[in-house]
């Protein structure tokens, strides 16, 4: 018969007592082992429930479509809705997975993922030699996830570091495997991964770091940009070639691992250099493209960015964009020939790029040396729309090949003397000044200002001139804007003060930090172009400009559903300047491009003949030029130097480099924005002037000048200022006393006056003199538009009652005759004498 238990057997103990054996099963340990493994199942059950189970469920949610869904070209139109170019926002261009060389393959399946072709979208052998490893080392060494996984975790965006986004991108990556081929997984991964540098796909960065297509990768380069996928931006060849050089031959090792790739001929390609070759960026690209790219990012984000197929309407005028490129080139390049020029041209940089790949191909140069760096003479140029800030045109350098900085949107440079309307500006918003107001224009002390030195005398700091003079005695506050007079200028800055300025310039549009010292009134504070554009569109509209610059007006997906429309709030513009103030400098700016610093825009240039403002700038040493100017409806700005400051050359004038530029601009705007008037405001009181003492004209005021004949004829020496109600003025012209004026004309204006009748001017008549009254121009003679462009009289006021009617003056008449001569005459008291207390 069978018993449950055998004969025990017996045991002696410890202290050699006999006894019985039991068997394993009946022993507390095995009890214990038994119940630890029970309470493993129950916790990896309710892990499972719990955890595992939910993750699998929610591993069905995600639609796989999605990896499909790769970026598909941009379509980008212009202000008129015709297009511009088409191109991926991301830098990615798709390629078929035959375009990708088997090595390439190879290399990225012995680097990522050795047992891809074996596994189901887990690779658990892996995942378990990773944990050995890395309880070994104590810390996260190793990575196990697989080339579907990491497709899964970069489509999905699952970028969380825990363990359950470890399990849900496993079940991902199994659901792929079961729907995907192992080809086209590749493709997938292949095309969407980023490899460093905004190159998104393997093809933008074969062209990116090579300069060629993927499909004519070499085994060194293929391994090169597989050994960026674990940390791109920190390996990537161009800034990183020793870590680059290190992970490729690391990748070459492990070809020759797994077999795809001969010992030998890994240990021969090892010792290869790692030679670049790139093409800097896409090449349909540009610097507005560029900035395209870079705010549809901003505005969509980069996710939805990622998937493409967008409409994008710009702001650009494609004809003053080819306009701007075309004279900043042209304009630069003619300063590059002028004789002496000392500095490196844009034609000796592409000399110095296809020498430099030259060598690296022949191997006479370490690989890991750098891409020259560009140093010759950069440009910017910006042109917006003065009633919305929309951008009509940008130039950010002479080539976006070479560098890809943007020198019209984030390049700070000093302003030099183009910022001096602001101080102006400054100062007209003081109750008391106007452009007539007197300030000396005398030598400072250069540690008054502290530019260029603190010993010494300042002198006139980038002004247009190669003699620049001082005028040794007080000028009007408009002829030192208009002439560029620095030491007036800094007089004037300072009777306002460093505050008052920068607070007029930051609600005019820069927004850059300014510095406070007595340089800010010189332009020593750095600036953008674009706040410059935005702080001079204040001038031409009273004050009144956009409240920021913008690019992209509409985005539209690929079913034409509005994706970011532009708001109308945002278009709207903003008061941010005394509109007194801003029209008086406005005027001012006028006489500065027609007659002072901007004058050759006129003479040599040939501005057309409409409305419009303009100051050169010139920082200290010829270091940084500038030119900004306006029209009634468009801003525009050039600057140019070099990116590491430096002089230009001594004499370089912006009114010489940069004007001519500036001026081809401006004249291909009036097409589309049809410059007109500037009005002042309606508050603002019209004076007239002496243009030779700066105060109040007299009937006086006139100057000799010769006409085409070589015959002398007096003109009106004034002009009209508007002042804002209240300003104290000068008295009368104290220059001007009628000695030499025709003698009709000095009667006159005697009789003008001085209201003296005897002096107005009498003819013969019969042996007799006559009075003849003076008649009085009521308006203007011509009405509307004159074709002969002549001079027009000015209206003297005259007085008249409240309706309007004129005043009736009192006549003399003879006395009247009365029947009765003999009438007693009514005799009136003389008044009392008139006590005067002196």
């Not at 590749?186 to 998104?200: K, M, S």
């Not at 007080?474 to 800055?493: F, K, Y």
């Not at 705007?669 to 007109?676: E, G």
């Amino acid at each position: 018969m069978f018993r449950d238990d055998p004969d025990p057997q017996p045991v002696r103990n410890w202290r050699g007592e006999a006894g019985l054996k039991l068997p394993f099963y009946r022993r507390g340990w095995f009890s214990a082992l038994v119940a630890l493994f029970i309470l493993g199942l129950v916790a990896a059950f309710g892990i499972y429930s719990v955890v595992v189970a939910p993750l699998r469920r929610d591993s069905e949610k995600f639609d796989l479509e999605e990896l499909k869904k790769l970026e598909s070209a941009s379509i980008i139109y212009d202000r008129n809705g015709d297009e511009m170019a088409r191109l991926y926002v991301l830098n990615r261009t798709p390629v078929p997975i035959t375009d990708v060389p088997q090595h390439f393959i190879d290399a990225l399946v012995a680097q990522e993922d050795s047992r891809f072709f074996k596994h189901d979208g887990v690779d658990y052998i892996g995942l378990m030699r990773a944990v050995w490893l890395n309880l070994q080392a104590g810390e996260v060494t190793q990575g196990a996830s697989t080339i579907t996984q990491q497709l899964a975790r970069q489509t999905f965006k699952l970028l969380e570091k825990s363990y359950k986004r470890k399990i849900l991108e496993a079940f991902i990556a199994q659901r792929i495997e079961k729907q995907f081929s192992k080809p086209e997984i590749l493709e997938l991964y292949l095309n969407r991964i980023f490899f460093g540098a905004n190159f998104y796909g393997v093809q933008a960065a074969a062209r990116g770091y090579f300069g060629k297509d993927v499909k004519e990768l070499t085994i060194e380069e293929s391994a090169t940009i597989v050994g960026l996928i674990k940390s791109p931006n920190n390996i990537q060849p161009i800034k990183h070639p020793q870590r680059a050089l290190k992970e490729r031959n690391y990748v070459l090792e492990r070809m020759a691992i797994e077999g795809t790739l001969a010992p030998e001929d890994a240990e021969k390609i090892k010792l290869k250099p790692l030679i670049t070759a790139p093409q800097s960026s896409d090449p349909r690209l540009s610097y507005v493209f560029d900035a395209v790219r870079r705010e549809v990012v901003d505005l969509v984000g980069e996710e939805r960015a990622s998937i493409g197929g967008f409409r994008i309407f710009t702001s650009i005028d494609q004809d003053l964009q080819k306009t701007a490129e075309t004279a900043m080139s042209r304009h630069l390049a003619e300063v590059e020939k002028r004789p002496g020029y000392e500095h490196q041209t844009f034609d000796q940089f592409r000399a110095i790029i296809s020498d430099y790949r030259g060598r690296l191909k022949r191997g006479e140069i370490d690989p890991a040396t750098p891409r020259p760096k560009p140093e010759y003479l950069q440009g910017a140029a910006l042109m917006i729309d003065n009633k919305d800030g929309s951008i009509l045109a940008m130039v950010g350098g002479r080539d976006f090949g070479d560098s890809q900085f943007n020198r019209a949107t984030d390049g700070l440079r000093p302003v030099g003397t183009a910022f001096t309307p602001l101080v102006y500006a400054a100062a007209f918003s003081s109750p008391g000044v106007y452009p007539g107001t007197k300030v000396d224009d005398a030598p400072l002390d250069n540690r008054r200002v502290m530019i260029g030195g603190l010993t010494g005398i300042l002198g006139e700091w980038g002004a247009e001139v190669d003699n620049p003079k001082w005028s040794q005695a007080p000028m009007s506050s408009r002829e030192a804007l208009v002439q560029g007079r620095n030491s007036a200028t800094v007089r004037l800055g300072e009777r306002v003060g460093v505050p008052m300025v920068k607070q007029v310039a930051q609600k005019a549009g820069v927004t850059s930090e300014m510095r406070d010292y007595p340089s800010t009134f010189l332009g020593a504070s750095e600036a953008k172009l674009s706040e410059m554009c935005l702080a001079y569109s204040n001038f031409p509209t009273l004050g009144s400009r956009p409240q920021k610059l913008h690019l992209i007006q509409r985005i539209t997906d690929s079913n034409e559903k509005a994706v970011f429309q532009i708001a109308e709030s945002a278009l709207q513009s903003v008061q941010s300047m005394d509109p007194i103030a801003a029209y008086q400098t406005h005027t001012c700016l006028v006489d500065a491009l027609h007659r002072g610093t901007g004058s050759p825009a006129v003479t040599d240039y040939k501005l057309g003949d409409f409305v419009a403002g303009g100051k050169t700038g010139t920082h200290y040493e010829f270091k940084d030029l500038w030119f900004l100017g306006y029209t009634s409806g468009v801003t525009c700005g050039v600057w140019a130097g070099f990116d590491k400051q430096k002089t230009i050359f001594p004499g370089a004038f912006s009114n010489r480099i940069l004007l001519p530029a500036w001026v081809d601009m401006v004249n291909a705007s009036t097409t589309r924005f049809v410059p007109r008037e500037i009005t002042p405001p309606q508050v603002a009181e019209r004076v007239e002037i002496c243009q030779r003492s700066g105060m109040r004209a007299t009937d006086y005021c006139y100057e000799k000048v010769k006409g085409p004949d070589g015959r002398e004829k007096s003109v009106r020496a004034t002009y009209f200022e508007y002042i804002r109600p209240g300003t104290p003025l000068e008295g009368f012209c104290n220059a001007h006393t009628g000695e030499g004026l025709p003698k009709e004309i000095a009667q006159f204006q005697h009789q003008n006056t001085f209201g003296n009748v005897e002096a107005a001017p009498m003819i013969a008549d019969s042996a007799k003199w006559v009075h003849i009254e003076p008649v009085r121009m009521q308006a203007l003679t011509v009405i509307g538009e004159d074709p002969y462009n002549s001079e027009q009289a000015v209206p003297r006021a005259r007085p008249v009652n409240d309706d309007g009617s004129p005043i009736r003056k009192a006549i003399p008449v003879d006395a009247v005759n009365d029947e009765k001569d003999d009438a007693p005459v009514l005799k009136l008291a003389p008044p009392p004498p008139m006590k005067i207390d002196l």
